[in-house]
């Protein structure tokens, strides 16, 4: 049996469509101008992930290819951001909306390409299946996504070591996870709001446990539990219910995808997870 969970209300209609359209016009200017200098390149990243957010309120199941487009130019987009902040000097070789580019290293170290940035970059590269982004990312040292101290719980670094861990088949990934899911407990960890922690942050590391330890009778509760949480933390206040941030839940997306492809029953429809992201309807449908 299949769950149907709705999406809360958000702002639709003519004013949601121009907003999208303005997005990827701001969006396709700062692509065009990463070759002559990639400063802007997180801006642009940040920048494409809205514009993701902004056609899924338009276009909640991703059923048109302009959805899929967006998703694809921010998985280009955050792999690029960490490729060219990977280098000091030359070029990297980049698809990027459709065009090959040549983008030139970025001028000193970002503290923008830490493991917050990692995780959405990495999201966005298991939706589009994309396994050779995915494994350069996981490839990328722990060390060079610190943030400057107080920016992230402990526990971040702790999450992206599993998921490295996971993909590339290291060992410890037993210990890894552990470690995330008891750092991310609200008595352990400082920085993070409560609500933020407990309603995005969190869930993620607990639907990804279900997903790892094979556990598909216990997979669509948690993915529907997930999704309350996510609902919970976006419509607490009036501003966070109209912010289109709250349109996708992007991790949990990422891994109801794993499931999906590894043939566990996801259980549950919602926008909160536009289905054809989630089956991967639209691969293929152009080169990413």
Known sequence: MTVNFSRHNLPSGPDSERLAEQVDVDLFRRIDRLEEKTEVIDFAFSSAILSLRAHCVTDPRAAAVETWEAAVNAMQLGSAFFAVTGITEGHVECRINRKMRALPAARGPRSS???????????LAVICREQRRMTELCEIPLDRLRAPEGAYDEYIYHWVDTLQTYWLQRPGLVEKLTAAIEMSDPSVARIAPVDL???????PINLFYHFVTRDTEGFAPA???TLKLHQAYWTLTEERATDIDGSIA???????????????????????????LLQHTWLGEFPT
């Open 197 to 203: 922690l407990q309603g995005q942050l969190y869930p």
């Open 113 to 123: 390409a830490d493991a917050g940035n990692w995780l959405s970059a990495f999201w």
């Open 223 to 225: 993915l529907i539990e």
């Open 250 to 276: 992007l991790g949990p997306l990422a891994i109801a995808c794993l499931a999906y492809d590894g043939k566990f029953p996801i259980g549950v429809e919602s926008d909160y997870l536009p289905k054809h």
